[in-house]
């Protein structure tokens, strides 16, 4: 094996090898790396084109179809072609069931706060593992490109991503078989893409302005000694150019007094007209008018119309700039620089909008599409170690986390990140009157904490008998400049607290840091998939442990047929369980769910009627 010397004081590697960076966006994905004549380039492989629609198919063998190939099956295989899976990245079903109805495959709807899984075919696919196939076609692209393996990356996240997207991108990343070297915000990379923040002595506030297909968000960042911290981020996670081409699509349904409901039942119409909207839209950004026709149909624009149609959607956008610029408390007159980023701001509408809200040009030379990934491939530049003008911060070598069901590491302090840094996570218990909670901390880059180093283990003693699911314990990791690790774990309901001191670096040598990412490298891919494994069980078992408790509570409201039935799901699962992988344990929990629900709401019905009897209205 290559040996790979890592610098301690940055968690780098220092072989000479392309780290690219990678901009795993909602609609579109890109990679990007640094030439050797030092300057970010975006890659494209073969003339397929630079940018990689988010879109994942999986044929009827299971096998998964990436990009523009896979976009086709959207009309055709709708069930089966993933896409905006970002949306589902590190989210439970509850964050997600309010928009449900945009997404045109099934979304498993296991009510509960448990990571949101897919279903195609006859398999269960979460949202990393989706994502892990856009980023394996964006690793295999770049490789072809440049004719060497490439094994590590920065990707870009949204500057509004929490820590469990933030995880859910990183472990995609190892699914796909890359070492990723650090998570950066996406406006932090379009800021580096502008050579904004390369200089540490240089003082900036700047505000960016991402409007792309289907999202819009603004971030305020302030940039001191080579630190980029985000102020203020504010947006609509569901506003974006597919509004604007939606905008000139009823427009030309109206004007050509057709009707709606029987366009709308064509689909191929719909789709003709939906790309000639986004044609339209496209054309007005350099020309006054369009005019096409598609068989009767008049496909009409005026430059002017269109911007009518679009004012309310810009207009939001302009109040969530000033929203973003309160919450910072800041004025317009604070920022320095205004960076556009995403494909809508290339009307010529919109850029004038921002320019008029933030009283200044905003900087708009690079193709909004790759700023992001471009300072993706700077940032990636930094951490290669090739670029002694930046100034490089103190981090952590080793990921610190805390053991969860199955064994499993989680992580709370990533690898590489910043110190001093603090990060916290919430946790609840398993099992009904738990009043004890075992508090392992870890060290290392394994899923498994068998594999990592463990710091030390403590127990939150003293958390009221409850039912299991509704304690709040919060975990907080504080990590000082001095590298000590501060542990505290709090019940919010009852205000229980523990709280420890660990040097993690205690007895570390940089011999063992270096075999201890060296192995997650290796292991990376069997990690994730026995992580998912892992995963499965413990959501297959409580699932059980749920439905068992439920037929024996409310044996009286139901059926003799509604109990031997759900027991002979409740054995399908637990055969499974025993024997069975990931899919087959997920196919089986979603059966038993789908079986029970109807009586579950059923009972729940009733017994809130019963509570409510006798009780005086007022
Ligand atoms: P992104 O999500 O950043 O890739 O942005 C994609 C959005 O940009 C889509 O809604 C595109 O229709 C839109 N877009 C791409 N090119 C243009 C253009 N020349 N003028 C206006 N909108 C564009």
Redesign the pocket.
């Known amino acids: 094996m290559a040996k790979i010397s890592i610098n301690l004081a940055t968690g780098s590697f220092q072989k000479e090898e392309i780290i690219v960076g990678i901009d795993l966006?909602?609609?579109?994905s890109l990679v990007a790396f640094i030439n050797p004549d030092k300057n970010p380039q975006v890659i494209n492989d073969a003339g397929k084109g630079i940018?990689v629609p988010s879109v994942v198919y999986f044929n009827s063998q299971n096998e998964a179809i990436v990009g523009n190939e896979a976009k086709e099956f959207l009309t055709t295989d709708p069930a089966n072609t993933i896409f905006s899976v970002k949306r589902l990245l590190g989210r439970s079903y509850k964050d997600v069931a309010e928009h449900k109805d945009i997404f045109s495959y099934k979304v498993i709807d296991d009510g509960t706060d448990a990571l949101v899984k897919i279903q195609a075919g006859d398999r269960f696919y979460t949202p990393i593992e989706l994502s892990a196939e856009i980023l394996k076609e964006l690793k295999a692209r770049a490789e072809h490109a440049l004719k060497t393996p490439v094994n590590r990356a920065v990707i870009t996240v949204p500057a509004y991503f929490n820590d469990s997207q933030r995880q859910a991108t990183r472990d995609a990343g190892k699914l796909a078989g890359l070492d990723v070297m650090r998570i950066v915000n996406e406006p932090t990379a379009a800021s580096l893409a502008y050579g904004i923040g390369l200089d540490p002595t240089e003082q900036k506030t700047i505000a960016v302005y991402d409007?792309?297909?289907?999202?819009f968000d603004v971030s305020i960042l302030q940039i001191q000694n080579g630190i980029f911290e985000v102020l203020a981020t504010n947006g609509n996670t569901y506003l974006?150019?597919?509004d604007?081409?939606r905008a000139i699509l009823n427009y030309w349904i109206e004007n050509n007094k057709l009707d709606f409901a029987a366009v709308a039942a064509d689909n191929i119409l719909m789709q003709t007209l939906r790309l000639k909207a986004?044609a339209a839209?496209?054309a007005?950004?350099?020309q006054n008018l369009y005019n096409e026709q598609v068989g009767e149909i008049w496909c009409t624009l005026y430059k002017q119309t269109f911007e009518q149609l679009i004012t309310a959607k810009v207009d939001e956008t302009i109040t969530a700039c000033k929203n973003a610029l309160k919450d910072a408390d800041l004025t317009s007159a604070d920022i320095d620089e205004v960076i556009l980023?995403?494909?809508?701001t290339?009307?010529p509408f919109v850029k004038q909008a921002v320019e008029n809200f933030f009283s200044k040009k905003p900087q708009d030379n690079i193709n909004?599409?790759e700023v992001v990934a471009l300072g993706a491939a700077i940032q990636a530049d930094v951490l290669a170690g090739n670029r002694s003008d930046i100034l490089l911060l103190d981090v952590t070598p080793l990921s610190l986390g805390i053991e969860t069901m199955g064994g499993l590491m989680d992580v709370i302090i990533s690898r590489n990140s910043k110190v001093p840094t603090k990060a916290g996570r919430q946790y609840t218990t398993s099992i009904d009157g738990q009043v004890n909670m075992k508090i392992s901390v870890y060290q290392g880059e394994r899923d498994l904490v068998k594999e990592n180093r463990k710091l030390a283990e403590f127990d939150l003693k003293g958390i009221p008998a409850m039912p299991a699911g509704l304690p709040k314990v919060d975990i907080n990791f504080l990590l000082n400049a001095d590298g000590i690790l501060t542990v505290q774990a709090i019940e919010l309901r009852s205000g229980v607290k523990q709280e420890i001191e660990i040097t993690p670096s205690y007895g570390l040598s940089d011999d063992t840091v270096e075999k201890m990412l060296l192995d997650s490298i290796e292991f990376a891919q069997s990690d994730v998939e026995q992580r998912m494994l892992i995963e499965a069980r413990s959501e297959g078992e409580q699932l059980l442990y749920t439905a068992e408790r439920f037929i024996e509570k409310h044996a009286e409201h139901l059926t003799e047929e509604e109990i031997t039935e759900t027991k002979v799901h409740i054995e399908a699962l637990k055969t499974a369980l025993a024997t069975q992988g990931k899919d087959t344990i997920l196919k089986k929990a979603d059966e038993l769910n789908e079986f029970t629900r109807p009586f579950a709401e059923r009972v729940m019905d009733a017994a809130i009627s019963t509570a409510m009897k006798g009780k005086k209205i007022e």
Do not use: A, M, Y
């Open positions: 966006g909602t609609t579109n940018l409007l792309g297909g289907g999202t974006g150019g597919d604007f081409d986004e839209k496209k007005l950004s350099t980023v995403g494909g809508s290339r009307t909004p599409d």
